[in-house]
C-alpha cells in the first residue's frame, strides 16, 4: 500500500463511509465509483492508495478494529480475553456480523478479496491471540502442548458465526462471553 497523505480523521472518516457503504449494498454490488462519491475523493487516488475494492475493504474493516489484543494483559487468561470482549462496541458487533456474513459468502467467488481479509485481518487478529495465549504459557495457565492453542482464533470466528445460523441472532457480548467461559477456556486448560 502507498503511504497515505491523508489525515488521520480523513482516513477513518473515509473508512468508515467504505464500510457503511458496504453494508447498504454488499460487497459484490460496491464499485469504486461509488465509494469515490461517498467519499468524495478521485477514484485515481483510491487505486493508487489501496490499488483496488479488495485492499481497500480490508484495510478498512482492519482499521475500525479495536485496539490490538496484544496490548490487554490483565494477568489472566479469563481475565484477557473479558477485556477483549469488552473493549469493542456492543452495538457495532451486530453491524458488524451481518458485514462479516456477506463478506465471507464472497469470499468464495472472489480470491483477492479472501488473500486481502487473510493478510489484513485474520493473521494479525491471530497473530496477537497467539501473543496472549503465549503469555498464558508463560505463566502456566496452559500447557504448551495444548492441541487446543492453534484453534482459538478457530473457535472464536466460529462462535461468532454459528448463532446467526443456530439461533438467528447476532452474537452480543452476553453470548460471546458465555462462549468463552464455557468452550474455549475449559478447551484451553484441559
Not at 15 to 40: F, K, P, S, W
Not at 55 to 76: F, I, N, W, Y
Not at 100 to 111: F, K, S
Request: glycine share 6%; hydrophobic share 40%.
Amino acid at each position: 500500500m502507498t503511504r497515505s497523505r491523508l489525515t488521520p480523521e480523513r482516513e477513518t472518516e473515509l473508512y468508515e463511509a467504505v464500510l457503511d457503504l458496504l453494508r447498504e449494498v454488499g460487497y459484490d454490488a460496491l464499485t469504486m465509483d461509488a465509494i469515490a462519491a461517498r467519499t468524495r475523493s478521485s477514484k485515481a487516488t483510491l487505486y493508487r492508495q489501496w490499488h483496488g475494492k479488495p485492499q481497500l475493504v480490508a484495510t478498512a474493516l482492519r482499521h475500525v478494529q479495536p485496539a490490538g489484543v496484544d496490548e490487554v494483559d490483565t494477568g489472566s487468561l479469563r481475565g484477557d480475553f473479558h477485556a477483549m470482549l469488552t473493549r469493542g462496541d456492543n452495538c457495532r458487533l451486530e453491524q458488524d456480523s451481518a458485514l462479516m456474513r456477506g463478506l465471507l459468502h464472497a469470499i468464495h467467488t472472489n480470491p483477492d478479496l479472501h488473500r486481502a481479509l487473510r493478510e489484513q485481518l485474520l493473521q494479525p487478529e491471530d497473530a496477537e491471540m497467539q501473543a496472549v495465549l503465549g503469555r498464558a504459557v508463560r505463566r502456566g495457565e496452559i500447557k504448551a502442548d495444548n492441541p487446543a492453542l492453534g484453534l482459538v482464533t478457530h473457535m472464536l470466528l466460529g462462535a461468532f458465526l454459528a448463532r446467526e445460523v443456530i439461533e438467528d441472532r447476532s452474537p452480543d457480548l452476553e453470548y460471546l462471553t458465555r462462549y468463552v467461559d464455557s468452550v474455549v477456556l475449559p478447551a484451553l486448560v484441559a
